[in-house]
């Protein structure tokens, strides 16, 4: 099948919704932080069964839609309703003790491992974010004096299948941090043409021994405070 080939499905459009913006989130904290803050600010909510839009003045808002395939089928309808562009703010996995918990990172490159991204390049596997619209977020980090790392992502549809001699491969190809939807973000904006970029907090670390987390951290919570809300 080729990549170019016109759908017999198509994602439905979003009527008199038009927004040029997308604000991907696609976990909370244990808090629900973002969500608490994104129902006193949307004028509309839209339940879809895997995963919420919120919608605000100026953009769409798609929240909790977790792993590749939910991400693009969820920015299919937006991108036909308007959306040229996709802020993903998430949470990662750190592949580097470079990368420790609570680091914030603006992605430089990832590399697919999800099954979503070869239906629209079957031949393609490392995606990049648009150049502008991370300077975008980094412009609005350097505002608050929030400082941040630069890091590469491999996105994967298997996180209890990150074995040591998984783990082995991805940091010999240098790729420092792991998740579930990146690299799926970033093949459907460059398939459809539209701008994606993505900033994350490192929630837990695999690097060592033991795998580390802190889902349920204070920590984490003044960290999505100070890095994310100012992006809502």
């Known amino acids: 099948m080729s990549s170019a080939e016109e759908s017999l499905v198509n994602p439905k459009r979003l009527k008199g919704m038009k927004r040029k913006k997308v604000l991907y989130i696609p976990m909370d904290s244990h808090s629900n932080i973002l969500q608490k803050k994104l129902k006193r600010k949307a004028a509309k909510e839209i339940n879809l069964g895997y995963g919420q839009i919120f919608i605000l003045k100026d953009k769409f808002?798609?929240?909790q839609s977790v792993g590749a395939s939910a991400a693009v089928l969820s920015l299919e309808g937006l991108i036909v309703s308007g959306a040229e562009e996709i802020i993903m703010l998430g949470f990662c996995g750190s592949l580097n003790r470079e990368y420790p918990m609570r680091s914030a990172v603006s992605i430089s490159r990832t590399l697919s491992e999800e099954g979503t991204s070869r239906h629209y390049f079957p031949h393609k596997r490392y995606f990049k974010p648009?150049?502008?619209l991370k300077k975008n977020i980094e412009k609005i980090?350097?505002?608050h004096h929030l400082p941040y790392l630069e890091g590469s992502l491999v996105s994967t549809d298997a996180p209890y299948r990150e074995t040591k001699t998984w783990l082995e491969q991805k940091q010999r190809k240098g790729i420092?941090?792991?998740d579930m939807?990146?690299?799926a973000v970033f093949s459907l904006a460059e398939f459809r043409n539209v701008k994606?970029?993505?900033?994350?907090?490192?929630s837990d670390e695999i690097y060592g021994k033991k795998w580390k987390h802190m889902f349920s951290d204070?920590?984490?919570d003044e960290k999505i405070k100070k890095y994310y809300l100012p992006f809502i």
């Open 130 to 132: 648009s150049l502008s």
């Open 176 to 178: 420092d941090l792991v």
């Open 218 to 220: 204070p920590g984490l």
């Open 141 to 143: 980090l350097h505002s």
């Open 196 to 202: 994606a970029s993505a900033l994350m907090i490192v």
């Open 181 to 183: 939807e990146t690299s």
């Open 61 to 63: 808002v798609l929240y």
